[in-house]
């Protein structure tokens, strides 16, 4: 069914393009899925990925900067040598298709699990670091005259959302209490710099082959503010999957990767990322909190969501270990 | 009193019949839910093995702390208010080693393989 509406799409856009075929759903949720696809094509097939949100759910939440604004983002990046899918198409409404956006498909490794243990990426392993620290610095540097218009997020104004959110889950956690004095005692106030923040870098939303990283996926969190905040984030233990003595996604050092972003112009403030990690580990253990309450509330009722709340420990402890350290 | 066998040996039965018997019959998808479900089951029953020693040792230490009684939940949310106001910080005698007494207990039972988890236990506190 989605086939058809992707061969006709691609026949308008696609020069010579005959249809599409092996259509298959990688993720989807209620108002947004994922599709791999093949454009047939007289060359030689082409990879594609659709995004999109079904029709009747044109909303993007809060925190998202929407579909429209993610495809011109992943464009620009492209267009500045930033490792990113190219966008082939964006939707319109005679695709039939939803809101959203057909982009090519990189092959490559996501998970990150395998990323960090399997042979095939051994030899890249070792590069990722410093190689992240030139890709962000490169993103943080993307033109902000280009930009689609995205929320606009302080260190403060992030403190005060986290705070809200932790409060209406009604969850009394005392780390979760002390983590917030922490941040509201060492807010760093505005930045010295504002840019486009990426706001979901890390080990897990990379495309990864066997020479590194080819891909900077999920740009939903976009926004400006701090760009201090992708490298604290990068470093949130959460996203080390057991390689807690690496601290940039199990990968590598601070120090490979701040060299990375200062040989690519742009200066480290280690104080800022430091903040910004303590931050990102709240808020994934906030966002764990919030998975509990959809499991209770009904509309995802499954064990994996249940199970998710009780990952909100994990933060606790990496809490604990970067705001309380207990002597070796 | 209720009979037996208890709640743990009840878990812990239904838990290895999964994974010995059904795991080897299922795939994909469904094999993952699998895993998670046993995950639950091998959760709730550290919980239930673990859960009466280390929260009469929560108790006490909160009572320790904040000069009153009270349940668990009550004295957890006494002192996330405390924390909250800043009467209570990490210069409080007893707080730090509080808070990671309590983690620890809590990550025996949620996350026994975390790595940072491991890390710690394998530390003289």
């Known amino acids: ?328 | 009193m209720q009979d037996e066998p208890t709640p743990i040996e009840l878990t812990k039965a239904v838990a290895d019949f999964l994974r010995n018997d059904i795991t080897p019959l299922i795939s994909g998808h469904q094999a993952f839910k699998l895993r998670v479900a046993i995950n639950i089951l091998d959760l709730v029953t550290r919980q239930l093995t673990q859960e009466a020693g280390s929260e009469a040792r929560e108790v006490e230490r909160l009572r320790g702390l904040l000069g009153i009684d009270g349940s668990v939940t009550e004295l957890n949310r006494a002192l996330a208010e405390r924390i909250a106001k800043g009467e209570l910080d990490l210069a409080t005698p007893g707080l730090a080693e509080h808070l990671w007494a309590t983690t620890m207990d809590k990550l025996a039972v949620d996350q026994p393989n975390y790595a940072s988890y491991r890390r710690e236990l394998g530390r003289n506190p």
């Not at chain 1, 403190?159 to 209406?168: L, W």
């Open chain 1, 1 to 328: 069914m989605i086939e058809a509406a992707l061969s006709r799409s691609v026949r308008r856009w696609c020069e010579g393009a005959t249809g599409a075929t092996s259509a298959a759903k990688l993720s989807g949720g209620a108002s947004q899925e994922t599709w791999r696809f093949d454009i047939t094509h007289p060359d030689g097939v082409i990879g594609a990925i659709l995004r999109r949100s079904p029709k009747g759910y044109g909303a993007a939440p809060t925190r998202a900067a929407g579909l429209a604004a993610e495809a011109q983002l992943m464009q620009l990046a492209y267009e500045a040598g930033v490792p990113s899918p190219r966008v082939l198409h964006v939707l319109v409404p005679e695709d039939d298709l939803g809101t959203g956006f057909i982009m090519q498909r990189i092959e490559g490794e996501t998970i990150a699990r395998k990323i960090l243990r399997d042979e095939e990426y051994a030899a890249a392993r070792p590069i990722l670091a410093r190689q992240i620290g030139g890709i962000l610095a490169g993103l943080h540097r993307l033109p902000q005259d280009k930009l689609p218009a995205l929320r606009s997020r302080g260190a403060t104004q992030e403190i005060a959302e986290f705070e809200r959110d932790y409060r209406s889950l009604n969850w009394p956690k005392p780390v979760f209490e002390l983590a917030l004095r922490w941040l509201r005692d060492h807010d760093p106030g505005p930045a010295a710099e504002t840019t486009l923040v990426h706001g979901d870098f890390r080990n897990g939303n990379l495309i990864i082959g066997a020479d590194g990283v080819r891909a900077v996926l999920d740009w939903e969190l976009a926004h400006l503010g701090d760009p201090m905040e992708d490298l604290g984030w990068v470093c949130v233990n959460s996203w080390r999957f057991g390689e807690i003595d690496k601290p940039v996604g199990g990968f590598g050092t601070r120090e490979e990767l701040f060299a990375g972003y200062e040989a690519a112009g742009r200066k480290v403030d280690p104080e800022r990322v430091k903040f910004w990690e303590v931050m990102g580990t709240l808020r994934w253990g906030i966002m764990c909190g919030g998975m509990m309450q959809r499991f209770r509330e009904g509309p995802d009722h499954s064990m994996e969501r249940a199970m998710i709340g009780r990952r909100a420990s994990e933060t606790e402890i990496d809490l604990l270990r970067l705001l309380a350290p207990r002597g070796s």
